[in-house]
């Protein structure tokens, strides 16, 4: 088995696998390498004066990682920039949110350029390279310009943007060419991977091969989907560890003679969180006899705050939790408890298991693994049900959760009704049915299909030589 190189933008492994972190890409990644002999090379998260290129190495429970500092510089236009308010925003269809400055695009170039002359030292000849999403897109591009014949692969955690959209960036086309230095590219969707194909055919001017390959700017790159899960065996003993069950036990105590919904996301504003609790309201209008009966713990740890997207949102939250509490509670019930922090994963799976009802509704999202985590975390014999956004990609697959369209509040409303009415034979059978999935697309079948289709990747592709691949033109 060759070595796997990871590379993301941030080494997030956890020092403790128990207390996890809040973060998809974190959790799937660092259950992945677990099984290789592997290294996992990211921005440790410091700033220094001046950047050295010299990496830190560091065991972090079983997971040999290389942390590289960077310069204050660097995070505000690369990170805080580029990658959070141009191809964030962009990739989930915000161009009213989307950032278009020149110096974050060389932020961003300087900075993959960084983190390739760091890596390309470590590589041995035989080593696969996995790079991690829209942070590092062009980082195989300066790979292979520094003579680097290894096979790369990329994955993206985000959603693939439709073309009309891709276009009002400047540079789109040199983005996507620098993703023909891959040999092979992956997506969570069939959905993301069209939007993909779409670009490069309507846009490029690439051809299908028909063997899952496009060829464009004299190149070709093999493509895929590759749908994340969670690590399911992991997961269930996190819920049925003793802190598991004591948090499943403290939350049942506390929604007694009531029902209990649960919504787990990072404060963002593609997880349609403000949408979902103007649905939650509309509930409460259209339904008074339920007053008292449900409540909703948002659990919504505060991120990427030094973006003032983040900061307006996080405002309009408070206050729209605020609104509806002071609205409707009374003096023994609160509708809403809005939690701005954390928990472990054994805390998260007892309080996703006393909930009679997961509210997963991002208006747009890669897959969501939060989705994947409440089912799993389900009593079998009494399991509650799962509210699907039609808009994330999980959706492609979890056809058994009621799907709805989080930007219509009725629609939010009457999924809540029929959710809390559902009898418990049609909320089993459902329920099996979506396991089912969460077991077929364990991320350990995912880091698996995505590693073998990577070894796999078309010879000619691989054996490009490293020049030959630098057409790119190469400004800023
Ligand atoms: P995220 O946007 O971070 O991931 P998601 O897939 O839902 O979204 O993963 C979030 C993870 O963080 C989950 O494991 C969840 O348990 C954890 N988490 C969230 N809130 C938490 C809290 N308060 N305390 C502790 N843990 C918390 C990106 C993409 C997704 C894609 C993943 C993986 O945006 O679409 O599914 O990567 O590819």
Not at 254 to 278: I, N, P, Q, T, W
Not at 356 to 362: E, Q
Request: glycine share 8%; charged share 25%; hydrophobic share 40%.
């Amino acid at each position: 088995m060759p070595r796997l190189i990871v590379v993301s933008n941030r080494v997030s492994a956890p020092v403790d696998p128990a207390a996890g972190s809040a973060g998809g890409l974190a959790m799937a990644l660092s259950a992945a390498l677990k099984a290789y002999d592997g290294l996992w090379l990211g921005w440790s998260g410091d700033t220094v004066e001046t950047f050295t290129g010299e990496p830190k190495f560091e065991d972090r429970a079983g997971v040999q990682v290389a942390l590289v500092d960077l310069e204050a510089q660097d995070v505000e236009e690369y990170y805080n920039g580029y990658a959070n308010k141009t191809l964030w925003p962009l990739f989930h269809h915000r161009v009213d949110l989307t950032a278009y400055e020149r110096s974050y695009g060389e932020g961003y170039e300087r900075v993959n350029r960084r983190f390739a002359e760091v890596l390309a030292p470590l590589v041995q000849p035989d080593d696969l390279i996995w790079v991690h999403d829209y942070h590092l897109i062009p980082i195989a591009w300066h790979l292979r310009r520094l003579g680097v014949t290894n096979r790369i692969g990329f994955f993206l955690h985000t959603p693939w943007p439709v073309r009309q959209l891709l276009v009002t960036l400047p540079h789109h086309r040199r983005l996507v060419e620098s993703m023909f230095a891959y040999d092979l590219v992956g997506f969570h969707t069939e959905e993301w991977l069209d939007l993909f194909r779409d670009y490069v055919v309507s846009e490029a001017r690439g051809e299908l091969d028909g063997e899952g390959g496009l060829e464009c700017f004299g190149r070709r790159v093999q493509t895929g989907v590759f749908p994340i899960g969670i690590d399911v065996d992991g997961f269930l003993a996190a819920r049925d560890s003793p802190l598991g069950v004591r948090t499943y036990d403290r939350m049942a105590a506390s929604s007694a003679f009531r029902s209990m919904m649960v919504g787990v996301d990072r404060l963002d504003y593609s997880k349609g969180l403000e949408e979902r609790m103007v649905g939650y309201e509309q509930f409460l209008q259209d339904h008074p006899e339920k007053h008292g009966d449900v409540f909703l713990v948002q659990v919504t740890p505060i991120s990427r705050d030094e973006v003032d997207a983040y900061q307006d949102i996080r405002a309009r939250l408070d206050a729209l939790a605020g609104r509806i509490n002071g609205e409707f509670a009374d003096m023994d019930w609160q509708p809403i408890r809005y939690l701005n922090r954390t928990y472990r994963r054994d805390q998260l799976a007892g309080i996703y298991r006393a909930a009679r009802l997961g509210l997963v509704t991002p208006l747009r999202d890669g897959m969501n693994l939060v989705a994947k985590e409440y089912v799993a975390a389900q009593n079998p014999d009494d399991p509650g049900v799962l509210i699907l956004s039609r808009f994330a990609g999980a959706a492609e697959q979890m056809g058994e959760a009621l799907l709805v369209n989080p930007f219509s509040r009725e629609e939010l409303s009457d999924a809540i009704h029929k959710a809390l009415t559902m009898p418990r034979e049609e909320r089993i059978r459902k329920w099996k049915a979506l396991m089912q999935v969460v077991r077929d697309t364990d991320v350990s079948v995912w880091r698996d299909a995505y590693v073998a289709a990577l070894r796999a990747a078309p010879v000619a592709a691989n054996g490009d030589e490293a020049g030959s691949r630098s057409a790119r033109p190469d400004a800023a």
